[in-house]
T-cell receptor, first 117, second 115 residues
Framework: AQKITQTQPGMFVQEKEAVTLDCTYD???????LFWYKQPSSGEMIFLIY??????QNATEGRYSLNFQKARKSANLVISASQLGDSAMYFC??????????????FGTGTRLQVTL | EAGVAQSPRYKIIEKRQSVAFWCNPI?????LYWYQQILGQGPKLLIQ????????DSQLPKDRFSAERLKGVDSTLKIQPAKLEDSAVYLC?????????????FGPGTRLTVL
């Protein structure tokens, strides 16, 4: 069974600063994917970034980067140059990418990020 | 490109009543997912469709929840009868082929309150 742990219920960061949101995972699957989604107060889950378990390099998407440490089973999200619009809930999720067609995402409990002036 | 559409956005019912939610995925997406997100938790998969066939419904409470995806496009999730613990946001997502490496795109959700 897969498990995602996000230990930070809430985080504060000043505008223009960088912030790291923690995520650890547990799985017995040899092939898996790790995701980060942003959920603003409107409720929609917005895809931010993806990292495959066999990817050699850490994923980056604009101001988002994923610090993937496979041996530690961690997949932390780094947001550089925070903006007020980054205030939201952030969810780490994972998915088995082996055989079969079932492809559900398993989510953590989320971290609420508040960006301040 | 239009995103995943869901309706209604909000619904309030009394326990033991029935309710239905509708989802229209991104055009051309073969795979459709329904997730339940209880307050303070991450979403949990209820059911996954590949075209109009069910791939995974292992966490769907089948005694009260049902879902269908006729013609492999839009989908309806029904709860009958509703319980207090069904209060949650119901999120619909879709992906292009349903391959394990395809990104899932989510709709705005339906917030259900059961009184």
């Amino acid at each position: 069974a897969q498990k995602i742990t996000q230990t930070q219920p809430g985080m504060f960061v000043q505008e223009k600063e960088a912030v790291t949101l923690d995520c650890t995972y547990d799985t017995s699957d040899p092939s898996y994917g790790l995701f980060w989604y942003k959920q603003p107060s409107s409720g929609e889950m917005i895809f931010l970034i993806y990292q495959g378990s066999y990817d050699q390099q850490n994923a980056t998407e604009g101001r988002y980067s994923l610090n993937f440490q496979k041996a530690r089973k961690s997949a932390n999200l780094v947001i550089s140059a925070s903006q007020l619009g980054d205030s939201a809930m952030y969810f780490c999720a994972m998915r088995d990418e082996g055989t079969g067609t079932a492809s559900k995402l398993t989510f953590g409990t989320g971290t609420r990020l508040q960006v301040t002036l | 490109e239009a995103g995943v559409a869901q309706s209604p956005r909000y619904k309030i019912i009394e326990k033991r009543q029935s309710v239905a939610f509708w989802c229209n995925p991104i055009s051309g997406h073969a795979t459709l997912y329904w997730y339940q997100q209880i307050l303070g938790q991450g979403p949990k998969l209820l059911i996954q469709f590949q075209n109009n066939g069910v791939v995974d419904d292992s966490q769907l409470p089948k005694d009260r929840f049902s879902a269908e995806r006729l013609k492999g496009v839009d989908s309806t999730l029904k709860i009958q009868p509703a319980k207090l613990e069904d209060s949650a946001v119901y999120l619909c997502a879709s992906s292009l082929f349903g391959r394990r490496t395809d990104t899932q795109y989510f709709g705005p959700g339906t917030r259900l309150t059961v009184l």
